[in-house]
């Protein structure tokens, strides 16, 4: 199994589809998951999209196949984007397409804030990007609190039931994914939804119908990143490449026929 290796020494789980990666075929696709999931979520994605680009995905730390420190500083926000970079830099992608669901789609962006040079596109998906007011973050970051208390009390088998893209994900550590929660699902600042008038690449904006939690933040997303699309998928809720695979990735390969190379 291919393992990036982080600064700190974490191995990070990733694949790579191994069609379209060939010259000319454009940059790589980078799909990264959300909270709770792993890089099996984007399987339908990796067979349906690959014969046209490199398409990656890989599982966050403290998830599926990656390391699980038991150090609770080794989890943040920067850490996750400085795993995305060697998982490229393992890939030889020195540039890609970011990809993300959820908690995905905020590293994304937190990624193109730290290094855009090497971001071409973005694809946000049933995302939001985080909060303004502190209220709101610290309402947020409560609900964190009680995810990661129930993992404490429950473990691995508190997953069971949750969102489709949770329900096929296996992970190792029940202790990786209380850790992952405190350190990169709660969130510390604005600077990630601040950042958004400042993005210039291609933009694609994706949410399920049924995800309504997740409407007004991508509004907020469209209107605020210049040029950006938003596309509605019918019938889908949050794992909406799960719900409805074929309209998901001829909304997705319809945008990258439209960026090229």
């Not at 209380?178 to 291609?202: F, K, T």
């Not at 904006?205 to 907020?220: F, K, L, Q, S, W």
């Amino acid at each position: 199994m291919p393992h990036a290796h982080a600064p700190d020494g974490a191995r990070i789980y990733y694949e790579v589809n191994g069609e379209g990666s060939g010259e000319g075929s454009g940059e790589p696709l980078l799909l990264t998951p959300g909270y709770a999931s792993t890089s099996a979520m984007w399987k339908g994605q990796l067979a349906s999209l690959g014969a046209r680009r490199q398409i990656i995905a890989w599982d966050m730390r403290g998830h599926g196949r990656s390391d699980s420190p038991n150090d609770p500083s080794a989890y943040s926000l920067e850490a996750c984007v400085e795993d995305m970079v060697a998982v490229l830099d393992a890939a030889n992608a020195p540039k890609a397409i970011l990809g993300g669901l959820s908690l995905g789609g905020y590293v994304s962006l937190a990624f193109w804030l730290a290094h855009p040079e090497r971001v071409s596109a973005l694809v946000l998906v049933d995302t939001g990007p985080g909060f303004k007011q502190d209220a709101a973050r610290e309402k947020w970051n409560r609900g964190v609190a009680k995810v990661a208390k129930r993992i404490e009390n429950q473990g691995l088998a508190y997953l069971d039931g949750l969102g489709d893209e949770v329900s096929g994900a296996e992970h190792v550590s029940a202790e990786g994914l209380l850790l992952a929660a405190q350190g990169i699902l709660a969130q510390r600042d604005a600077r990630i939804i601040r950042c958004l008038p400042e993005i210039d690449i291609p933009t694609l904006i994706v949410v399920g119908e049924n995800d309504r939690p997740y409407h007004a933040a991508t509004d907020y997303m469209a209107q605020k990143i210049r040029g950006a699309r938003k596309t509605v998928i019918p019938d889908a809720g949050h794992a909406v490449n799960l719900h409805q695979p074929t309209l998901f990735d001829d909304a997705l390969a319809s945008f990258l026929d439209e960026i090229g190379d």
